[in-house]
């Protein structure tokens, strides 16, 4: 339902054909001042109101004729576009200059992440992955009783899951009883999580490092859990592991499916690294923290 009014377009002269659940709305005098207006609160709260459905909320054409938009003169309208127009392509500029920012600071530390862990690893010890840590698949909750109650425990889903951080919207939570035996799938601070399904996206590798603000919450099925050994791996030190552009190249040679690209327990297990002593682990995930 929050969705619901925020997907607006204007499409100016461009010919185009929609199919179903969209609708054209032309506007005789200035079309693009109403395309401003319908990313205002007002127009949003108006639809809302009007909305229908459980599953699928939306709201019909009919429905959508009856919310009410302000005429102001014609010359306001301009001036209201001009405007607007203006700080359009002033955040646009803005946006770019910051994303082209962002990707040499990614670059920057990209490298300093892959020299700073082949300058403390060279000639050390190649371990597999599975060999040094405990790995667990969630449980198959049934989505039939999933519980939207606050005050239930979370469930970690890889839809939660972000590029080294979890998502705070849409969670699912379950209902605790008496007779259920979930402790294997109880996650702690600092456990690593990695989604198997669509493992990797546009913006990167779906996984995170748990805090005690993401706490409770238990791990759902196709959801992995990696808890380091510490008798020989850090677990801040994992942590860099898997957000490393090696595991991440591991993980794209692995994955499997074309419709819904996914990796296996064995797939993760699977990545070999060279592994320094602990206190060379520390000292890099201190560095890289």
């Not at 064995?266 to 000292?283: C, G, K, M, W, Y």
């Amino acid at each position: 339902l929050e969705d619901v009014g925020k997907a607006v377009a204007w499409l100016g002269a461009d010919p185009i054909v929609t199919g179903g659940h969209a609708t054209i709305i032309k506007h005789h005098e200035d079309p693009k001042f109403l395309s401003y207006w319908f990313q205002s609160a007002s127009f949003f709260a108006q639809k809302k109101a009007l909305a229908t459905g459980t599953k699928v909320i939306d709201v019909s054409a009919k429905q959508l004729a009856k919310v009410r938009v302000p005429v102001p003169p014609i010359e306001v309208q301009n001036e209201v576009v001009r405007i607007l127009d203006r700080f359009s392509d002033l955040a646009t500029d803005l946006q770019a200059n910051l994303d082209e920012e962002l990707g040499l600071r990614r670059r920057q530390y990209e490298h300093y992440r892959r020299e700073l862990l082949k300058g403390r690893t060279s000639g050390t010890e190649t371990v597999r992955l599975g060999d040094v840590v405990s790995l667990q698949i969630g449980f198959p909750f049934k989505s039939s009783q999933f519980s939207s109650d606050a005050a239930d425990t979370r469930l970690l889903r890889g839809d939660n899951i972000g590029q080294g951080f979890l998502h705070d919207r849409a969670y699912k939570r379950w209902r605790r009883t008496a007779d259920e035996s979930l402790q294997p799938y109880e996650l702690q601070v600092g456990d690593v999580v990695l989604a198997m399904d669509r493992p990797w996206v546009a913006a990167g590798l779906k996984w995170a490092q748990l805090t005690d603000q993401d706490l409770p919450a238990l791990l759902v099925q196709r959801v992995a859990r990696l808890r380091a050994n510490v008798e020989v791996l850090d677990q801040n030190y994992l942590a860099c592991l898997i957000s490393s552009t090696e595991f991440t190249s591991h993980i794209l040679g692995s994955q499997n499916g074309n419709t819904v690209p996914h990796i296996s327990g064995a797939d993760i297990a699977n990545f070999v690294f060279s592994i320094p002593t602990l206190s060379e682990q520390r000292h890099i995930a201190k560095a890289l923290g």
